[in-house]
């Protein structure tokens, strides 16, 4: 049995999906079971990593894991060393764990050790696993859509600064291949998509695909640390990420591991728009 963590999320869903597909015996965990869909023959199971009894539940019988955490950066008691603990007293033999580029070493010093402590907790275990640190999701994006259904312009914090984002599809399909292939056991895997591009870039795509003027909105520099606070960033430290982030160049490295480890072309933002920016128009 394979359990997933974060099931219904960006990286999760597809995780979930490309198992099932291959007929593999998956358990994915939400908090929320009701009216969440997964695939056919897929166990369903409630499990919060804040209640250590749900996750020990969740962990039952698994063989292998796929960890992640939907925690706000900075958090107390981590959500990942709850979910290492459960894994350790089941006796799973492999955790797949979704970190951050770089385990987070070129962001704010406090958001760089809490990730650091975040990685230890798999690292530390004594578990075989595999570390993979994506870069920026092309699902941030999809939130445009709200906005889009409103008008035809989109508030975009850090407009200016060049990522190289990478498809959920692609993420998914490396953890895939560690959870049931092998060869990937105790590496740390840096993965980007196939380009270096801004914000603006990104809309201009959306747009062409959509046939629409798109115009973008970089908001205020308070606007954007506000943001970030009302997702849960303790006000201070938001302050001096996005004071970081807007000082340095970071997240544009481009890493042929994707490709290589995938033996084919990483997803382009134009790939991936064409599929989730187009099917619901
Ligand atoms: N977004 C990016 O650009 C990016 C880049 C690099 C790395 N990452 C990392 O990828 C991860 C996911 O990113 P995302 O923001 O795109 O999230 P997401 O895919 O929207 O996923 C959030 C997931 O977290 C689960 N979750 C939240 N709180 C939980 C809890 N207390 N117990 C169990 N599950 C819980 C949710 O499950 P339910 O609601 O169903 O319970 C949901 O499946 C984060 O760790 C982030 O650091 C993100």
Request: charged share 30%; net charge neutral; with cysteine.
């Amino acid at each position: 049995m394979i359990l997933v963590i974060g099931a219904t999320g960006h990286v999760g869903a597809e995780v979930v999906k490309a198992l099932a597909a291959r007929g593999l015996a998956v358990r994915a965990m939400t908090r929320r079971p009701e009216g969440v869909r997964f695939p056919e023959g897929v166990e369903v199971v409630r499990g919060d990593c804040e209640d250590a009894e749900s996750l020990r539940e969740a962990f039952e019988g698994v063989r292998k894991a796929f960890l992640m955490t939907g925690q706000v950066t900075g958090s107390e008691n981590l959500h990942t060393r709850a979910q290492v603990r459960a894994a350790k007293e089941a006796g799973v033999g492999y955790l797949v764990k979704l970190s951050v580029a770089k385990g987070g070493e070129d962001s704010h010093p406090k958001v760089a050790a809490w990730h650091r402590e975040d990685e230890r907790a798999v690292t530390g275990s004594g578990i075989d696993h595999t570390m993979l640190r994506p870069g920026r999701f092309m699902s941030n994006t999809l939130h445009w859509k709200h906005m889009l259904r409103r008008g035809d312009e989109v508030t975009v914090a850090f407009a200016k600064k060049r990522t190289a984002p990478i498809a959920p599809e692609d993420i998914a399909a490396v953890a895939v291949k560690a959870l049931t292939e092998g060869g990937l056991a105790n590496r740390t895997l840096e993965l980007s998509g196939p380009e270096a591009i801004t914000p603006q870039q990104e809309l201009d795509i959306v747009a062409k695909i959509l046939n629409r003027r798109l115009t973008l909105r970089e908001p205020t520099v308070e606007e954007t640390v506000d943001g970030i606070v009302r997702a849960g960033m303790e006000r201070e430290l938001a302050e001096a990420m996005v004071e970081h982030v807007l000082r340095g160049d970071y997240g544009a490295e481009i890493s042929d591991a994707t490709e290589k480890i995938l033996k084919r072309k990483a997803t382009t933002f134009e790939q991936w728009a064409e599929k989730h920016f187009k099917e619901e128009q």
